[in-house]
């Protein structure tokens, strides 16, 4: 159906979206008062969670939406459940729900200080004396000790199976709790572990003699190992052809082929530390105690950088929109323009996923809209806004000079894709976005 639209709010949203801020600028910055040194979380509605000082859920524009302060300074990253719930192991581990009001707080004796993971039944994972299972409600699930203590937040796969660093050790778990194996590194696991598609597991080795990737089969079986020249404190991430991206405290990020060998490096003149995201177009975002935040291209050329005011040490985060958000030891959240999306990789970003549940078939990518627009010809449009509009807000994109669009969106069931002209002419269907890519229909104006 076709109508002309010529209020007030959408033609501001029509020029406003039509001013694409250049790839790579800086949209704002928030000022926590305190170093950000962990990874922001993006809630289900969309807000952006960092810890700071105390906790801080902000609105996308960059204003304070709710604080939580757990009574000490936040120095790990929240994970957030399908319900909105949110989860944070500090010293203790608290639900607070997305409005940041506290649910419970289930305590630990020996300190907990990694992040959680979260299953699809909605069980907490998270490791300290013991792995502990904590159940939604805040009651325990199951407690497994072994000889050491945990030093990893646990990554959970498809089949349930939860790998976690203790020790010098890598351990498999069953959902309840059982060890399934063990296999020795030559040090200190530190980072989550990362599990790429044909069920390899990446992970990386720090403190003592530890400067090492390893890559292990499902099974335990040691595969390859690659040597860096510093500690490995960050995880691997996982470009769309499976190749393996990772920095070091020798201040190198390294590109590596699924079976250990070196693609390249990229030298930044400081301690990479942060877990590196990478976008659909193969472009890589990391920071570094140089004070930048860089994006690489896939070939290991510089593209651009950002200055900060600190190190940063933060992983970076995508939203949906296609913002990365990251913090620096200067006391911000920085909030970038990329002009692109995150990967569709097993593992493209830290914690797996934007909402960090350290789990791999969540619901960071429930849907790919792609769709054309078209004249009564069908000749290309290029420039027509479209909007997909849903109880839970809305994305935008723009037609490029072939007429398509494509964007994600992590609702699930009915939406309503509205397509603008310049005239501000409208025309509207009806889609349904479930897993996997959703094709929309040639859109006639």
Same mark, same amino acid.
């Given at each position: 159906?076709?109508?002309?639209?010529?209020?007030?709010?959408?033609?501001?949203?029509?020029?406003?979206?039509?001013?694409?801020?250049?790839?790579?600028?800086?949209?704002?910055?928030?000022?926590?008062?305190?170093?950000?040194?962990?990874?922001?979380?993006?809630?289900?509605?969309?807000?952006?969670?960092?810890?700071?000082?105390?906790?801080?859920?902000?609105?996308?524009?960059?204003?304070?939406?709710?604080?939580?302060?757990?009574?000490?300074?936040?120095?790990?990253?929240?994970?957030?459940?399908?319900?909105?719930?949110?989860?944070?192991?500090?010293?203790?581990?608290?639900?607070?729900?997305?409005?940041?009001?506290?649910?419970?707080?289930?305590?630990?004796?020996?300190?907990?200080?990694?992040?959680?993971?979260?299953?699809?039944?909605?069980? !907490?994972?998270?490791?300290?004396?013991? =792995? &502990? /299972?904590? %159940? *939604?409600? $805040?009651?325990?699930? @199951? +407690?497994?000790?072994?000889?050491?203590?945990?030093?990893?937040?646990?990554?959970?796969?498809?089949?349930?199976?939860?790998?976690?660093?203790?020790?010098?050790?890598?351990?498999?778990?069953?959902?309840?709790?059982?060890?399934?194996?063990?296999?020795?590194?030559?040090?200190?696991?530190?980072?989550?572990?990362?599990?790429?598609?044909?069920?390899?597991?990446?992970?990386?080795?720090?403190?003592?003699?530890?400067?090492?990737?390893?890559?292990?089969?499902?099974?335990?079986?040691?595969?390859?190992?690659?040597?860096?020249?510093?500690?490995?404190?960050?995880?691997?991430?996982?470009?769309?052809?499976?190749?393996?991206? !990772?920095?070091?405290?020798?201040?190198? =990020? &390294? /590109?590596? %082929? *699924?079976? $250990?060998?070196?693609? @390249? +490096?990229?030298?930044?003149?400081?301690?990479?530390?942060?877990?590196?995201?990478?976008?659909?177009?193969?472009?890589?975002?990391?920071?570094?105690?140089?004070?930048?935040?860089?994006?690489?291209?896939?070939?290991?050329?510089?593209?651009?950088?950002?200055?900060?005011?600190?190190?940063?040490?933060?992983?970076?985060?995508?939203?949906?929109?296609?913002?990365?958000?990251?913090?620096?030891?200067?006391?911000?959240?920085?909030?970038?323009?990329?002009?692109?999306?995150?990967?569709?990789?097993?593992?493209?970003?830290?914690?797996?996923?934007?909402?960090?549940?350290?789990?791999?078939?969540?619901?960071?990518?429930?849907?790919?809209?792609?769709?054309?627009?078209?004249?009564? /010809?069908?000749?290309?449009?290029?420039?027509?806004?479209?909007?997909?509009?849903?109880?839970?807000?809305?994305?935008?994109?723009?037609?490029?000079?072939?007429?398509?669009?494509?964007?994600?969106?992590?609702?699930?069931?009915?939406?309503?894709?509205?397509?603008?002209?310049?005239?501000?002419?409208?025309?509207?269907?009806?889609?349904?976005?479930?897993?996997?890519?959703?094709?929309?229909?040639?859109?006639?104006?």
């Amino acid at each position: 159906m076709n109508t002309i639209c010529r209020s007030l709010p959408l033609l501001v949203l029509l020029l406003a979206f039509s001013a694409t801020a250049q790839e790579g600028s800086i949209k704002w910055t928030f000022d926590t008062g305190a170093p950000v040194y962990w990874s922001p979380t993006i809630g289900v509605d969309g807000s952006i969670h960092v810890g700071s000082d105390k906790l801080y859920a902000l609105t996308p524009q960059g204003k304070t939406a709710w604080q939580f302060a757990p009574g000490h300074p936040m120095t790990f990253s929240p994970a957030v459940s399908p319900q909105g719930n949110i989860y944070i192991g500090q010293s203790d581990v608290y639900a607070i729900t997305s409005t940041g009001t506290l649910q419970w707080i289930y305590h630990i004796a020996d300190s907990v200080h990694v992040e959680p993971a979260l299953a699809a039944d909605g069980t !907490v994972y998270i490791g300290a004396d013991a =792995l &502990y /299972a904590i %159940n *939604p409600n $805040g009651t325990l699930k @199951w +407690r497994t000790a072994v000889n050491n203590r945990f030093n990893s937040a646990a990554t959970v796969a498809d089949d349930g199976t939860i790998y976690i660093g203790a020790g010098f050790n890598l351990f498999a778990f069953d959902a309840r709790g059982q060890e399934k194996w063990r296999t020795a590194v030559d040090s200190l696991i530190e980072a989550p572990p990362t599990i790429a598609a044909d069920g390899s597991i990446y992970v990386t080795t720090s403190i003592y003699q530890g400067r090492r990737i390893y890559a292990f089969h499902p099974s335990g079986q040691y595969l390859w190992h690659f040597n860096t020249k510093g500690w490995v404190t960050a995880a691997v991430s996982l470009g769309a052809d499976g190749t393996l991206y !990772v920095g070091s405290w020798d201040g190198n =990020l &390294y /590109a590596l %082929n *699924p079976d $250990g060998s070196e693609r @390249w +490096r990229f030298q930044t003149a400081g301690k990479i530390m942060a877990t590196a995201a990478v976008d659909a177009n193969g472009t890589l975002y990391v920071g570094s105690a140089d004070t930048h935040l860089y994006a690489i291209n896939s070939d290991g050329s510089q593209r651009w950088r950002i200055k900060t005011g600190g190190a940063v040490h933060s992983s970076p985060t995508f939203d949906l929109a296609g913002n990365l958000y990251f913090g620096s030891a200067d006391g911000s959240l920085y909030a970038v323009q990329t002009n692109s999306y995150l990967a569709n990789t097993p593992s493209p970003m830290f914690r797996r996923n934007s909402k960090h549940t350290g789990r791999g078939s969540d619901f960071d990518n429930v849907g790919i809209v792609k769709g054309r627009v078209s004249n009564a /010809a069908g000749e290309a449009l290029q420039w027509a806004l479209v909007i997909s509009h849903r109880p839970a807000g809305f994305n935008v994109a723009l037609s490029d000079s072939n007429g398509l669009f494509e964007f994600r969106d992590e609702y699930s069931g009915e939406t309503q894709i509205i397509v603008f002209k310049a005239d501000y002419t409208a025309v509207y269907q009806s889609v349904s976005i479930e897993a996997g890519t959703v094709s929309v229909s040639d859109i006639q104006m």
